[in-house]
């Protein structure tokens, strides 16, 4: 039996309000599975979808259908919370303007030129998949040479968004080590 609309509706909000009530964004992958077992069991939730699903499944729509979207509305105001200009303007202390933005997949991705002419390329996205990131950055050098002004290279920055990660400082540390060995910077947002 199909779930219809408004119900689809109603058990999101729940699940998104519980989600937030929770922290679900800031916990690990233990507190994660402790969670969904939790709205399994909630009436509104899991006694709901059980009414038009296999009990096997509700925990899988649960996870997949409506926890990663919230995990992506927490990505996007995370990436969202600071313009382009204030995060090349705190990484790299100079004012740069957005010269060109990044549309469909390729959204997140920003190119900005300082005062006195130096590029930046900026990518966001989320920690987990950080190499994505980073390969929107150099993927766009690649691709459009009047980039390099005079052989000189931009100069990439990852925005990475926290939410829905557990992340210590020395995963952060990690990271930052990960990609300064190629001169890129990194600065994290969220939560």
Request: with cysteine.
């Amino acid at each position: 039996m199909a779930l219809p609309k408004n119900i689809q509706s109603q058990v999101k909000q729940a699940v998104f309000r519980e989600a937030s009530s929770f922290g679900y964004g800031e916990c690990g992958r233990i507190e994660s599975g402790q969670f969904i077992d939790t709205l399994v069991d909630t009436p509104e939730v899991g006694g709901v979808l059980i009414s038009y699903m296999e009990k096997e499944k509700v925990r899988t729509y649960i996870k997949d259908g409506i926890l990663n979207a919230y995990t992506k509305k927490l990505t996007k105001e995370a990436l969202s919370a600071s313009t382009p200009e204030e995060t090349i303007s705190k990484v790299y202390g100079e004012t740069a303007q957005i010269i060109q933005r990044g549309t469909g997949k390729k959204s997140g991705l920003f190119v900005l030129r300082s005062e006195s002419g130096t590029i930046y390329v900026l990518s966001g996205g989320t920690v987990l998949k950080w190499e994505t990131a980073l390969r929107k950055a150099l993927d766009i050098i690649s691709n459009e040479p009047k980039l390099t002004i005079n052989g000189t290279l931009p100069s990439i920055c990852l925005k990475l968004s926290l939410s829905g990660q557990a992340l210590t400082d020395a995963d952060k540390k990690q990271i930052k080590n990960a990609v300064g060995a190629v001169g890129v910077k990194v600065i994290f947002c969220g939560v």
